[in-house]
């Protein structure tokens, strides 16, 4: 997958940019806050739908205007593909082809990202949160079924947090059943697409992670939950678990078993990776969860996902760097950094100034 040109209209600082990208490495350098890492925001939501770096679509806007536009004219292993989203203060419209999607999931999988940035250590160190976020998003763009069980999932979620709440206690037991059959039915799809992504993410990592680090050090991960056998033995399961925190549940008011509360266990040499790793670790062990996930897309998919890696070099030492130069050769990739010349080492790539919401074309 590559994206070959990439337009912007009053898209966060920029007025009116178009990117024409190469099918390997391309750099986007210049000074701190000019808008590199917007541009390289604006491919990733191309490919989902959604932004790793704000709640609110509206904040997408260019201050001071009221629609935002971005179009990517992009390759597939099917042919030639147009994502274009129209943003404004209300709301967005989303077009594949020409065509209006009607929902996110009808997005997914046209053109697949993998986006990392220093901010993405907090899927090391932050809440479970993170960490199911990294599973959602990157399932979400291989598996409609898992991107709209999801979605089902968190709706019946709410209306059974809202009955918790409910100080009818008798009604509240005599529903709860009914919404756990629904909710459960939902979470072993969930359940059982994680163990299938965890099961090809986790080698993948530890591979990774060697590669990284010289063979120093091993990283494991895992679902922190034991869940065993199919869909249906899964569903009866989690029944079962939701039952016996009735009373609890009714008590706290919210559900407090399930996928939703789920988190992976990462571990370092052993060690628990959120408690004891150091910041150089934990940057290691997320950028090989990345590129973990980048080789997953090829597996599912056929071909590799356009590759987002905004101001990673910073935080490199150079034998790193020079080794993650090296495995995304052959993988289209969107660099950022502050200067070309000290991370690139003569690396063969399209390069492209930013200053202040433009390009620089003097370049």
């Not at 990208?21 to 491919?43: H, I, M, P, R, S």
């Not at 869940?227 to 919210?254: C, H, P, V, W």
């Amino acid at each position: 997958m590559q994206i070959k040109k990439l337009f912007l209209q009053n898209f966060r600082n920029y007025q009116n940019e178009t990117f024409v990208f190469e099918d390997g490495l391309n750099v986007l350098f210049g000074k701190n806050a000019q808008g590199k890492t917007n541009c390289a925001e604006a491919v990733f939501y191309l490919c989902t739908g959604t932004s790793l770096r704000i709640r609110h679509d509206k904040q997408l806007v260019r201050i001071g205007a009221d629609t935002a536009l971005i179009r990517a004219e992009a390759q597939n292993r099917y042919g030639k593909v147009t994502i274009e989203a129209k943003i404004t203060e209300t709301g967005r419209e989303i077009r594949v082809n020409g065509s209006k999607i009607a929902k996110n999931a009808d997005l997914m999988g046209h053109v697949n990202s993998v986006f990392f940035s220093p901010g993405e250590l907090r899927l090391i160190q932050d809440g479970p949160d993170e960490r199911r976020r990294f599973m959602n998003v990157s399932i979400s763009q291989t598996s409609p079924a898992y991107y709209t069980a999801l979605l089902r999932y968190n709706k019946i979620l709410d209306q059974r947090n809202a009955l918790l709440k409910n100080p009818d206690y008798s009604l509240v037991l005599d529903t709860l059943p009914v919404w756990d059959e629904q909710l459960c039915h939902y979470a072993a799809i969930i359940v059982q697409k994680r163990r299938e992504f965890l099961d090809k993410l986790t080698p993948y990592a530890k591979e990774m992670h060697a590669y990284l680090t010289d063979g120093n050090e091993t990283l494991e991960v895992k679902l922190d939950k034991s869940y065993q056998g199919d869909e249906e033995e899964i569903a009866k399961t989690l029944s079962r678990r939701l039952a016996n925190n009735y009373e609890k549940d009714m008590r706290l008011g919210f559900t407090t078993v399930g996928p939703h509360r789920d988190d992976l266990d990462v571990q370092i040499a052993g060690i628990d990776a959120k408690a004891y790793a150091s910041q150089g670790q934990t940057r290691t062990a997320a950028l090989s969860l990345k590129l973990a996930e980048v080789q997953i897309f090829k597996d599912v998919s056929g071909e590799y996902p356009i590759l987002v890696l905004d101001d990673v070099m910073s935080e490199l030492d150079l034998p790193r760097r020079k080794k993650l130069l090296t495995r995304v050769s052959g993988i289209q990739t969107v660099l950022t950094c502050t200067h070309a010349e000290r991370v690139l080492y003569g690396a063969d790539c399209n390069k492209i100034r930013i200053e202040k919401g433009k390009i620089n074309r003097k370049e």
